[in-house]
């Protein structure tokens, strides 16, 4: 989850004494990454300190981890980059979004070096039977703590032990699945969505389990847990009463959107300065329906609001898109072409997308399909998108 500043001997040259940020996005995850020291957030961008005589090595670097340079800017000495200091030796990691409406976002309440020690008051299973592997609703205490968050937020979980080096484990950041007020509504609790990440070995065919998601998977009632964040700003609900959100996941990428859907409909009498009266659209893409996660209590706001909540599924082994291969969410975009065309282009619409990251790619493809229709380069109308901060990214 960590990425590390790259340093070097300062050169003779005019710029050699000069330092340079690369704004980054896409990093993913790796025995790279795992070495370095500063958080990966693939919901945006990440800020690399880099002094002159280091920047085509770090070029090939950040190619080597996935990452794509958004920007080239020099600094000087102190200078800041939104909001953060950079010294030419650390830069602390950035969200892509900005804060839009919100005011006073809470950020790095707990630092790694200082955790909330909080507990686990319930741990639930959420795959039924017949679905695939094991995903867990948690329940963490944070009473006697500072810890406030915001829907779209994150908070990062320290598991205990060290890692094969004897080194502390490094931090895993999770989406909050829960509204500010918590599922006790007591503003005392935080809940994650958690599946148990488990695959075989490449090469020794070895079932490898995750270190974090295996101890959260496993965790019991009454357990401690190191807690950090929030952090992020890229996955925040717009103010808007009336704004349309689109949002669109796989798996656990549900998180943040069930942390939305519930302040819009669940919570309604303890938000009086929020009371939703747009449209909310939910696509959940998994691979059969046990796994449709939090189905019941969707349906139920679905029809409780029926004006307002919409849920389309697009279940891989068990539906047929159009030509008659596995159902995946690009398709399901597809099929709703015409209508979700005519919400985008409305000004208070805002697009989320959270879940693995192989998914952006489909989505794009069933979004060139829909625009297609209509003579509209979607590449270039997502730039516009973006820099409207009308379209949020949140993979992992």
Known sequence: MKTQTALGVKTNTEYGSRTFVYEV?????????????????????VYITVPYDRMNQEMQRITRMGGKIISI???????????????????????????????????????????FIGKCLSSTELVREGGEGTVRHLVFDLSGSDLHYLEGQSIGIIPPGTDDKGKPHKLRLYSIASTRHGDNLDDQTVSLCVRRLEYNHPETGERIYGVCSSYLCGME????????????????????EDATIIMIATGTGIAPFRAFIWRMFKEREQNP???????????????????????????????????????????????????????????????????????????NTHTY??????????IDEGMSAVTGKFDVDWSEYQKQLKKDHRWHVETY
């Open 25 to 45: 996005e896409g990093l993913r995850q790796s025995n790279i990454t795992d070495k370095t020291n500063s958080p990966i957030r693939r919901s945006g961008t």
């Open 273 to 347: 300065d929020y009371q939703f009266k747009g449209l909310a659209w939910l696509f959940f893409g998994c691979a059969y329906t046990p796994n449709i996660l939090y189905k019941e209590e969707l349906e139920e706001l679905q029809r409780q609001f029926p004006d307002n909540f919409r849920v389309t599924y697009a279940i891989s082994r068990e539906q047929k898109n159009k030509d008659g291969g596995k159902m995946y969410i690009q398709h399901r975009i597809q099929e709703n072409a015409d209508e979700l065309w005519d919400h985008i282009q409305k000004p």
């Open 73 to 115: 800017k020099a600094v000087s000495e102190d200078s800041q980059i939104n909001g953060q200091t950079t010294t030419g030796k650390t830069t602390k990691p950035m969200t892509q979004a900005k804060p839009k409406s919100h005011k006073d976002v809470p950020v790095n309440t707990y630092r790694p070096k200082n955790p």
């Open 221 to 240: 009632e009454g357990a401690d847990v190191a807690i950090t964040g929030p952090v992020g700003k890229e996955m925040l609900l717009p103010d808007d």
């Open 353 to 362: 997308i959270c879940g693995l990251k192989g998914m952006e790619g489909g």
